[in-house]
Nanobody, 125 residues
Framework: QVQLVESGGGLVQAGGSLRLSCAAS????????MGWFRQAPEKEREFVAA????????YYADLVKGRFTISRDNGKKTVYLQMNSLKPEDTAVYYC??????????????????WGQGTQVTVSS
């Protein structure tokens, strides 16, 4: 069982930046594909970014491409989401997911085994 704990959310003005972290509890994190998703009020959870097990491959949703960067530190069992040029429409609860069954990029919610509890990001205009 992998436990994931997100942190780093908060309130920021449009154009600002935040860095989210997702810390994993198990060493198997090092072999897990990881991803960030978000869910705004009354909307479905949507894909934001994904990274493979080694960190050399990443993939982004079009809405965040060029503004967000996903990265990982396997030694610290942590994945990050650097968010720049934030917009009010980025407001959502952000969740990290982990899949230990495969090492490649995963962009579908159904492909992830474990989820964190989420961290709120609010961008004011």
């Amino acid at each position: 069982q992998v436990q994931l704990v997100e942190s780093g959310g908060g309130l920021v003005q449009a154009g600002g930046s935040l860095r989210l972290s997702c810390a994993a509890s198990e060493r198997t994190f090092s072999f897990a594909a990881m991803g960030w998703f978000r869910q705004a009020p009354e909307k479905e959870r949507e894909f934001v970014a994904a990274i493979n097990w080694s960190g050399d491959k990443t993939y982004y949703a079009d809405l965040v491409k060029g503004r967000f960067t996903i990265s990982r530190d396997n030694g610290k069992k942590t994945v990050y989401l650097q968010m720049n040029s934030l917009k009010p429409e980025d407001t959502a609860v952000y969740y990290c997911g982990a899949d230990t069954t495969g090492r490649n990029l995963k962009t579908s919610i159904d492909e992830y085994e474990y989820w964190g509890q989420g961290t709120q990001v609010t961008v004011s205009s």
